[in-house]
Structure formats: C-alpha cells, structure tokens
C-alpha cells in the first residue's frame, strides 16, 4: 500500500501560488500558516519539488506549533538541490531523503550523502522525472504511513494528473494576481465531467484566509493506488 497523500498550498483568489517572479511568501495569513505547520506535524513525510527548494529554500521543520519534524522530502530527478539548502540542515528527527533518477551524477549523490541526505534513485516517468507512484511505494516501505506535498505547482499537477492525491487542503486568500505560476496546470480535461471533484469539503475560515479541505475523487472512480 502506497501512503496516503494530502496536498497542501496557499493561492490568491485567482488561482496563482506565485507571483510571475515566483515570489509566495506570504501568500496566507499568520493565522493559515499554523494550519500549514500542524498539518505537517500531523503527516509522517512532507515532499516538495526540487523548483520550490531552489526558490523558496524550505525548512520543512514543524516550528509554529508543537510536534515533531517530518521526513523531508525532495522529488529532484538530477540531484539539483544545492548541498546548502536548509532541507539538508541537521537537526530534523526524521531526517531528509532526495528521490532522483538515473539524471544525478554518482558524484552529485556521493556529495549528498556526506551531507547526511538519504539519495532514493528510482525509475523515470514517461516525462523523464521522478516515477512518482514508484516514490510513494518506496516511502511506504520505509514505515512512511502519510504523505504531505506542500508544492509548488510542478509537483502538484504530476501527483493530481497520476490520480494520487487523495486530500486536497488548499487555503485561498483574498489576494489577486492577474498573472502568476498557476496552482493546478494542465489536466488533460477537456470536458466538465472529466473534472477531478472535492467532496466531504470542510469550510474553515482562519483569520482573513478560507482554508478548504476535501476528499478528492477522479473520473470514473479509481486512483493511482
Ligand atoms: N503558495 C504556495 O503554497 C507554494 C508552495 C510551494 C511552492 N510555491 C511556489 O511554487 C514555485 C515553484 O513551483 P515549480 O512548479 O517551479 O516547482 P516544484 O513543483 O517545486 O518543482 C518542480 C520540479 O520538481 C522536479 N520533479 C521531479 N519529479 C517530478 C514529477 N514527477 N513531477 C513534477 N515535478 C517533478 C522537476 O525538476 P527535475 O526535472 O529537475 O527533477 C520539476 O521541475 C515557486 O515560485 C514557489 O514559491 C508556492
């Protein structure tokens, strides 16, 4: 059995995670980003893409409220993050597993696991990324019972567009962008009954923010499981 999967992001009204520079922090409120850090104090595994590390540096640590670290997590195909990301800091009780391909260089992994990292290389996707089902069995068979994904929108889109996702807590603030990096790219829906639906939808307003938090459930039933 794969974890379970729980997607997790702040977007403007407007659908946009970011800015066109890329710049997202803050987006949510004081108020949501407690929510963020009990969610991951609650989940065994928070994953972000290689693109968030590069841009917005995570910690991925539970800091805002009590409870402990998560295994952090990059799904990072050519071993891009660099050797001084805060990912990699000490310090985290579960410590930090990079997922990569056959793209990263021995060396780079070498490198990597000096720094104290667990280097996961696993099979590609059609589209030469991390396999992302094969990344949620091997997190599986290392005790890892639940999954959080914090972004950005690379790597949400892969796991939604796999049929991996199986909660979706999405916190919307009122902020408009016009343009900007969308949460959810492209589907493959063409027509409004192929759309991917939220049910069980809990409605919780936090502080000037309204977080929704729902069971996703695809076309023709059915998951990535
Ligand atoms: N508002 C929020 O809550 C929030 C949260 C997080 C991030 N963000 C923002 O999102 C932006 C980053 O988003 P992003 O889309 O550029 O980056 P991302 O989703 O964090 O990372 C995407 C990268 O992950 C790697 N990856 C490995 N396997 C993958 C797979 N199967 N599917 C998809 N990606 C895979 C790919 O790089 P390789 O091919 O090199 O492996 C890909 O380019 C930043 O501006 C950040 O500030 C916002």
Same mark, same amino acid.
């Given at each position: 059995?794969?974890?379970?999967?729980?997607?997790?992001?702040?977007?403007?009204?407007?659908?946009?995670?970011?800015?066109?520079?890329?710049?997202?922090?803050?987006?949510?409120?004081?108020?949501?980003?407690l929510?963020?850090?009990?969610?991951? =104090?609650?989940?065994?595994?928070?994953?972000?893409?290689v693109?968030?590390?590069?841009? %917005?540096?995570?910690?991925?640590?539970?800091?805002?409220?009590p409870?402990?670290?998560?295994?952090?997590?990059?799904?990072?195909?050519?071993?891009?993050?660099?050797?001084?990301?805060?990912?990699? =800091?000490?310090?985290?009780?579960? &410590?930090?597993?990079?997922?990569?391909?056959?793209? =990263?260089?021995?060396?780079?992994?070498?490198?990597?696991?000096?720094?104290?990292?667990?280097?996961?290389?696993?099979?590609?996707?059609a589209?030469?990324?991390? %396999?992302?089902?094969?990344?949620?069995? =091997?997190?599986?068979?290392?005790?890892v019972?639940?999954?959080?994904?914090?972004?950005?929108?690379?790597?949400?889109?892969?796991?939604?567009?796999?049929?991996?996702? %199986?909660?979706?807590?999405?916190?919307?603030?009122?902020?408009?962008? &016009?343009?900007?990096?969308e949460?959810?790219g %492209?589907?493959?829906?063409?027509?409004?009954?192929?759309?991917?639906?939220l049910?069980?939808?809990a409605?919780?307003?936090?502080?000037?923010?309204?977080?929704?938090?729902?069971?996703?459930?695809?076309?023709?039933?059915?998951?990535?499981?």
């Open positions: 059995m794969r974890p379970t999967v729980t997607v997790s992001y702040a977007q403007t009204l407007d659908g946009r995670l970011a800015t066109s520079s890329g710049s997202s922090q803050w987006i949510s409120c004081p108020a949501s980003l929510f963020a850090h009990e969610l991951r =104090a609650s989940h065994d595994a928070v994953i972000v893409g693109g968030t590390v590069l841009k %917005d540096d995570p910690r991925l640590t539970v800091r805002r409220v409870g402990e670290d998560p295994l952090r997590v990059v799904a990072d195909s050519a071993l891009r993050t660099p050797l001084t990301a805060a990912v990699l =800091a000490g310090g985290a009780a579960r &410590g930090t597993v990079l997922a990569v391909t056959g793209r =990263a260089p021995e060396r780079r992994c070498e490198e990597a696991r000096s720094v104290g990292a667990t280097v996961l290389r696993l099979p590609e996707s589209e030469g990324r991390v %396999d992302l089902a094969s990344l949620l069995r =091997a997190l599986g068979g290392m005790g019972a639940s999954v959080l994904v914090e972004g950005g929108a690379g790597l949400i889109t892969g796991l939604l567009r796999a049929r991996l996702v %199986d909660r979706l807590a999405v916190c919307v603030a009122p902020k408009i962008l &016009g343009s900007g990096i949460a959810v %492209d589907l493959g829906v063409r027509e409004l009954s192929e759309s991917l639906r049910t069980e939808t409605v919780l307003p936090c502080g000037v923010d309204v977080i929704l938090d729902s069971r996703v459930e695809y076309p023709n039933g059915g998951s990535g499981n």
